[in-house]
């Protein structure tokens, strides 16, 4: 007997709250795993694994999870808090995200290496700054009135869409730094395929959540 509309959709919410809830999970415990591995003060590069990781597996995946209908940790909030609460944490995985540039550049530097020369290296730089845009742009959504001949629903497609691709890039970096000889050497068999398991679970719910809000209700519209 095929199943009612209505079961199937409770059925997807509720697979969709236990992914979201396994997202909040494996972005918090990937970020404690490359903290307990880098051991941050032993050496200047090891703040570089623990702020990217804090900036882009866990401050900027519960940044965007705040928005989940699902599993949002505020679902009981306003839409204002939210969004609030949405900018504090992007504006702190920008700033992890700088400073752990900033940091890996001059350990380069004071090592006599040269940076940006590896995939990783040259799309960790390309998330940061595209990040640092993807920030700025949300200020439009802050003050949508500043924008003209632009709606606000508009706004917020587009700043979704775009905010997407960042984390995605944010995720990539995060997986080319998994291939790197540092993490390889301390990281091997079955544990390292569980490290690359982390950014891929959580994009997966993140894209499935912004094309649920945005994409899919956009397409089906008039």
Wanted: proline residues 3%.
């Amino acid at each position: 007997m095929a199943l009612s509309i209505e079961t199937e959709s409770r059925i997807y919410r509720s697979l969709r709250a236990i992914f979201g809830a396994t997202a909040h999970l494996v972005a918090l415990g990937f970020t404690i795993f490359v903290a307990v591995l880098a051991r941050p003060g032993s050496s200047l590069f090891s703040w570089h694994p623990l702020l990217m990781s804090l900036a882009f597996s866990f401050l900027m995946t519960e940044a965007l999870l705040v928005y989940s209908p699902e599993s949002s940790l505020l679902r009981s909030f306003s839409r204002k808090a939210k969004v609030r609460f949405h900018w504090a944490l992007q504006l702190l995985s920008f700033i992890c995200a700088v400073l752990g540039l900033a940091i890996i550049s001059y350990n380069k530097y004071i090592n006599g290496k040269d940076h940006f020369v590896t995939w990783h290296g040259q799309t960790g730089l390309l998330t940061v700054l595209y990040a640092g845009m993807q920030c700025m742009g949300g200020l439009a959504l802050l003050y949508p009135k500043l924008i003209k001949n632009w709606t606000l629903s508009k706004l917020k497609l587009y700043h979704a869409t775009s905010g997407l691709i960042g984390y995605l890039l944010g995720c990539a970096s995060l997986l080319l730094g998994m291939c790197s000889l540092w993490f390889t050497a301390a990281v091997t068999g079955i544990s390292w395929y569980l490290s690359i398991l982390c950014p891929i679970l959580t994009s997966l719910v993140i894209m499935n959540q912004v094309s649920n809000a945005y994409l899919y209700r956009k397409r089906i519209q008039p």
